[in-house]
């Protein structure tokens, strides 16, 4: 059975545990990170020097990032409508996930969520976090034009990018800022909030990380 080091509030960790559930593999998730600690201990370090989580350990595999551990997924147990066998069908998914994790995710978790969650309000840069809101706007846009063409990232089915980016929408349309107007982004986060996968695993609060 595949192990999963990492804290069910972690975006990160919800990515894995998502593309799992989707892809149909049992695991067994340990807490770790976050309010949890043990990223800094000796046998951690040895799976994962960058003290961050998720983590998995797979037969004598063990593999870090999040992205990574999706596309090693998809590419030993999933059929291919999860992970294209055309290199180019998969690359036009993937360039989304990269997206995903390069441009649409730091604009949201650093500039937004974490204000918003994790910082203080009298802490917070207010100038900083409304030019990411502005940012956030256009990006959304981007999206919407895509979904508008297709139910999921590659075609009618969830596949390894939708893992990678929908995660974040849980926390794109429960946090509290000015979104731009996207009914094709809406339309697919409620198919993907419609998906016991992804409700389980990747619509989790997080309350538990409000800053007091």
Known sequence: MITVWGRATSSNVQIVMWALAEIGLECNRIDVGG??????????????PNKLVPTIQDG????????????????????????????????????????????????????????????REENRDAKALAAAVTRMQGLAKIIDARLAETAFLGGQHPAFGDCIFGTLLYRY????????????????????CARSAYARHAMVSYESMRAK
């Open 173 to 192: 349309f429960t946090l509290d800022f000015d979104r731009a107007e996207t009914p094709h982004l809406r339309a697919y986060y409620d198919r993907l």
């Open 60 to 119: 004598d595999l063990t593999l870090w990032e999040s992205a990574a551990i999706v596309r090693y997924l998809g590419a030993k147990y999933a059929n291919a409508s999860f992970w294209p066998t055309d290199p180019v069908e998969r690359a036009r998914i993937d360039q989304w996930a990269e997206w995903s994790k390069t441009t649409f995710g730091p604009t949201l978790l650093t500039g937004i969520f974490l204000p918003l969650i994790v910082t």
């Open 35 to 48: 309010s949890f600690g043990g990223t800094d201990t000796r046998d951690y370090l040895r799976m994962n």
